[in-house]
Every structure is written in C-alpha cells, then in structure tokens.
C-alpha cells in the first residue's frame, strides 16, 4: 500500500502561481509513474500530466507551455508548477503513483482561481 499525501493548494487569482507538491510512503517511489489529475466540479477526472519512472512527461493539451511536473526520486515526491492559472483549472487536484499491481490515489488538493 502507497499512501500519497497533497499539499499546496488554495487559493489564487487568475494569472497566478501555485505549486502543488505529493509525498508518497513508499521506498520504491522511483519505480512508480506518478501523474497529476484533477476533478471540477460536475465533471469528470481528467490527466493534468504525468511523468514516467524514466523522468518523461506529457500533459494535457489544456496546461501544456502553464503547468510542469517533477519528481524527486531522493525526497519520493512530486510535484506540479502551475502558473497562469486560470479560473477553468479550479478543481480538485489528485496525485496518482502507478506501477504494474499498484494504482494508488491520493485524497486531493482544491485550486480555486477566482478573483
């Protein structure tokens, strides 16, 4: 079992920053590909980015060249540079670690980007 345990979120005003960051309990965080999801409201969960065991990433077309995710394998977190935030990215926000017989979730963080 991985626990995975978010921190960062708040609130901020359109065109802001905020980093999200994700401590998981696990000795073989390196081994995990760790991804970043979020929840609005009456929608559905949706991938914000992830970053493979490798160190690869993609996101979603709606935050790529705004958001960047990173891990720190040394410190087993990961974390998600947001900026230019935008009311639409108000949401919850989920860390996600995936390795073949593991999917694990985190209880999330709520952005809110309002004036």
């Known amino acids: 079992q991985v626990q995975l345990v978010e921190s960062g979120g708040g609130l901020v005003q359109p065109g802001g920053s905020l980093r999200l960051s994700c401590a998981a309990s696990t000795r073989f965080f390196s081994t995990y590909n760790m991804a970043w999801y979020r929840q609005a409201p009456g929608k559905q969960r949706e991938l914000v980015a992830r970053?493979?065991?490798?160190?690869?990433?993609n996101y979603a077309d709606s935050v790529t060249g705004r958001f960047t995710i990173s891990r720190d394998n040394a410190q087993n977190t990961v974390s998600l540079q947001m900026s230019s935030l935008k009311p639409e990215d108000t949401a919850v926000y989920y860390c996600n670690a995936v390795r073949l017989g593991g999917n694990f979730w985190g209880k999330g963080t709520l952005v809110t980007v309002s004036s």
């Open positions: 970053i493979g065991s490798g160190g690869s990433t």
